[in-house]
């Protein structure tokens, strides 16, 4: 049972840079083929796919958000991170992150946490 784990400040002040951890259990982030997801909704929005690091360490970003945001990993924790500088209150949301095989539908999904930005 693959198991995703979101943690992390629940307030950032504008212009400060927001820091989630998605720790990870039952399957490495190394294991070939499996990509690893944030995905955030705001409130009264749709969920909008932020980016993903591969099995190999391979970031991807969605274009609207490529220029703030960095998703790293550290395979010895086997957890993966997700970096977004000069938030403002639009980036106030629920944040997941999640799995899965490829360009695949995502399968494992973290509970989220919400990360409200005020000052």
């Known amino acids: 049972q693959v198991q995703l784990q979101e943690s992390g400040p629940g307030l950032v002040k504008p212009e400060q840079t927001l820091s989630l951890t998605c720790t990870v259990s039952?399957?490495?982030?190394?294991?070939?083929?499996?990509?690893w997801s944030w995905v955030r909704q705001s409130p009264g929005k749709g969920p909008e796919w932020m980016g993903a690091?591969?099995?190999?360490?391979?970031?991807f970003y969605t274009p609207s958000l490529k220029s703030r945001t960095i998703i790293s990993r550290d395979v010895a924790k086997n957890t993966f991170t997700l970096q977004m500088t000069s938030v403002t209150p639009e980036d106030t949301a629920v944040y997941y992150c999640?799995?899965?095989?490829?360009?695949?539908?995502?399968?494992?999904w973290g509970k989220g946490t919400l990360v409200t930005v005020s000052s």
């Open positions: 690091i591969t099995y190999n360490g391979i970031a």
């Open positions: 039952g399957r490495s982030i190394s294991t070939t083929y499996y990509y």
């Open positions: 999640a799995t899965a095989a490829g360009w695949g539908p995502l399968d494992y």
